[in-house]
C-alpha cells in the first residue's frame, strides 16, 4: 500500500510503499478515507510533544493516530489508536475492535476529521451555560477552532461576538463569518488592555479561550473593577493555550471582577456529550454549521506537511 512514512524524528514523512496490515486477534483492517493533519502530529514527529516517545520511538513510523476510514462491510467510521507503525495517513490501517465510532449518514469524511474542533466549542453551553443574547468573546478566532468557535456561538444564539487574533486579513475575515468586532492581540500590552475594555460594551458573558498566555493574563487584568462596585460575571471556558501553557494571574483580577474560570470539560457527561454531538451534527447536515478544509491528496504528503499558508483551514489529507 501507499503511506506517508517518517524515517527519522524531525523529518518530514515521505510517501512511499509500505507493507500493508494485517490484522490479529480483536482487530480491524480500516480503508482511510481522510485525516485531518494538525501541530500535534507535526510536534510527535518533531519529537518535541510530550507523547512523542509512545508515538515515534521505533521508526520508520506512520503519522497520525485518528481519522475517518470504512470498515470491511463498508461502514463508515471515526477510529483512533492504529496498531504501530500503522498510523493513519495511509491507504489502510489497523485497529482493536471498537477502537472506532459511526459516522453519521450525510457527513463527508473531511468534514467529519473537523467535527471534533466544533464539538470543543460546545463547552460555551456545556461548560459555561451560555444564554441566548449574552456577549461572546472568542479568544483566538483566525485558527480553525477558533472560526467554528464563532459560528457555533452565533448558532448557540449569542447576541454579540467579539474576537481576537494577530492578523488583521484573517481578522476581516472572522467578520465575515459572524463577528461583531475583531481585536488585533498583535499590539502593546496598554493597549491590548484597552481594546478589551472598547469592546467590551456592557461587559463580556463568555469568553471560549483557545490562547491562553500573555492575551488571556491581559484580559483578566483589564477586568478588574476600577470602582468599588462588583464586577459584571464573566465565565471563561479554558480551551486552548496557544499563546502559552501559563500566566500570572493576580488574586484581584478574580477577587470583586465576577470571573469565573472553568476548564472545557466542565459539565460534561455521556448525556451532555451526546447532545453536543447531536447539535453539531445537526447544523451540519444542514448546512448551518460550515467547515474550512484544504484538501490534498496522500501523494503531496511531503509539500503538504510543509505548508504555511492555510490561515485558518484543516488540511485534510485524501488517500
Given at each position: 500500500m501507499k503511506a506517508a512514512v517518517l524515517h527519522e524524528v524531525g523529518g518530514i514523512p515521505r510517501y512511499e510503499d509500505f507493507p500493508d496490515p494485517v490484522p490479529g486477534?480483536?482487530?480491524?483492517?480500516?480503508?482511510?478515507?481522510?485525516?485531518?493533519?494538525?501541530?500535534?502530529?507535526?510536534?510527535?514527529?518533531?519529537g518535541t510533544h510530550y507523547a512523542a516517545e509512545k508515538?515515534?520511538?521505533?521508526?520508520?513510523?506512520?503519522?497520525?493516530?485518528?481519522?475517518?476510514?470504512?470498515?470491511?462491510?463498508?461502514?463508515?467510521?471515526?477510529?483512533?489508536?492504529?496498531?504501530?507503525?500503522?498510523?493513519?495517513?495511509?491507504?489502510?490501517?489497523?485497529?482493536a475492535?471498537?477502537?472506532?465510532?459511526?459516522?453519521?449518514?450525510?457527513?463527508?469524511?473531511?468534514?467529519?476529521?473537523?467535527?471534533?474542533?466544533?464539538?470543543?466549542?460546545?463547552?460555551?453551553s456545556t461548560a459555561a451555560v451560555l444564554a441566548p443574547g449574552e456577549t461572546v468573546l472568542v479568544q483566538g478566532a483566525t485558527g480553525v477552532a477558533g472560526r467554528l468557535a464563532v459560528k457555533?456561538?452565533?448558532?448557540?444564539?449569542?447576541?454579540?461576538?467579539?474576537?481576537?487574533?494577530?492578523?488583521?486579513?484573517?481578522?476581516?475575515?472572522?467578520?465575515?463569518?459572524?463577528?461583531?468586532?475583531?481585536?488585533?492581540?498583535?499590539?502593546?500590552?496598554?493597549?491590548?488592555?484597552?481594546?478589551?475594555?472598547?469592546?467590551?460594551?456592557?461587559?463580556?458573558?463568555?469568553?471560549?479561550?483557545?490562547?491562553?498566555?500573555?492575551?488571556?493574563?491581559?484580559l483578566l487584568s483589564a477586568l478588574k473593577p476600577r470602582t468599588f462596585a462588583f464586577g459584571k460575571p464573566t465565565r471563561v471556558v479554558q480551551i486552548g493555550e496557544s499563546a502559552g501553557a501559563g500566566l500570572a494571574l493576580a488574586a484581584a483580577s478574580l477577587r470583586t471582577s465576577g470571573v469565573e474560570i472553568y476548564g472545557a470539560s466542565k459539565g460534561l457527561d455521556p448525556q451532555t456529550m451526546d447532545e453536543a454531538y447531536r447539535r453539531i451534527v445537526a447544523w451540519t447536515r444542514s448546512g448551518e454549521l460550515t467547515y474550512d478544509v484544504e484538501k490534498v491528496p496522500l501523494r503531496d504528503?511531503?509539500?503538504?506537511?510543509?505548508?504555511?499558508?492555510?490561515?485558518?483551514r484543516r488540511l485534510v489529507v485524501i488517500p
Amino acid at each position: 500500500m501507499k503511506a506517508a512514512v517518517l524515517h527519522e524524528v524531525g523529518g518530514i514523512p515521505r510517501y512511499e510503499d509500505f507493507p500493508d496490515p494485517v490484522p490479529g486477534d480483536g482487530e480491524v483492517i480500516i480503508d482511510v478515507k481522510a485525516v485531518a493533519v494538525e501541530n500535534v502530529e507535526k510536534a510527535i514527529a518533531a519529537g518535541t510533544h510530550y507523547a512523542a516517545e509512545k508515538y515515534i520511538g521505533h521508526l520508520p513510523v506512520i503519522p497520525a493516530f485518528d481519522g475517518i476510514g470504512a470498515l470491511p462491510d463498508g461502514t463508515l467510521v471515526g477510529f483512533g489508536n492504529p496498531r504501530l507503525p500503522y498510523g493513519a495517513l495511509a491507504e489502510k490501517t489497523v485497529v482493536a475492535e471498537g477502537s472506532y465510532m459511526p459516522i453519521p449518514d450525510g457527513i463527508d469524511p473531511s468534514v467529519a476529521t473537523v467535527m471534533a474542533s466544533a464539538i470543543t466549542a460546545m463547552s460555551m453551553s456545556t461548560a459555561a451555560v451560555l444564554a441566548p443574547g449574552e456577549t461572546v468573546l472568542v479568544q483566538g478566532a483566525t485558527g480553525v477552532a477558533g472560526r467554528l468557535a464563532v459560528k457555533v456561538a452565533r448558532l448557540l444564539g449569542a447576541g454579540r461576538i467579539v474576537a481576537t487574533g494577530r492578523d488583521d486579513d484573517r481578522l476581516r475575515e472572522v467578520r465575515d463569518i459572524g463577528a461583531d468586532t475583531v481585536i488585533n492581540t498583535a499590539v502593546p500590552d496598554e493597549a491590548l488592555a484597552q481594546a478589551y475594555l472598547d469592546a467590551r460594551g456592557d461587559g463580556y458573558d463568555v469568553v471560549a479561550d483557545y490562547l491562553w498566555g500573555r492575551p488571556t493574563q491581559i484580559l483578566l487584568s483589564a477586568l478588574k473593577p476600577r470602582t468599588f462596585a462588583f464586577g459584571k460575571p464573566t465565565r471563561v471556558v479554558q480551551i486552548g493555550e496557544s499563546a502559552g501553557a501559563g500566566l500570572a494571574l493576580a488574586a484581584a483580577s478574580l477577587r470583586t471582577s465576577g470571573v469565573e474560570i472553568y476548564g472545557a470539560s466542565k459539565g460534561l457527561d455521556p448525556q451532555t456529550m451526546d447532545e453536543a454531538y447531536r447539535r453539531i451534527v445537526a447544523w451540519t447536515r444542514s448546512g448551518e454549521l460550515t467547515y474550512d478544509v484544504e484538501k490534498v491528496p496522500l501523494r503531496d504528503i511531503e509539500a503538504a506537511w510543509q505548508r504555511t499558508d492555510l490561515k485558518g483551514r484543516r488540511l485534510v489529507v485524501i488517500p
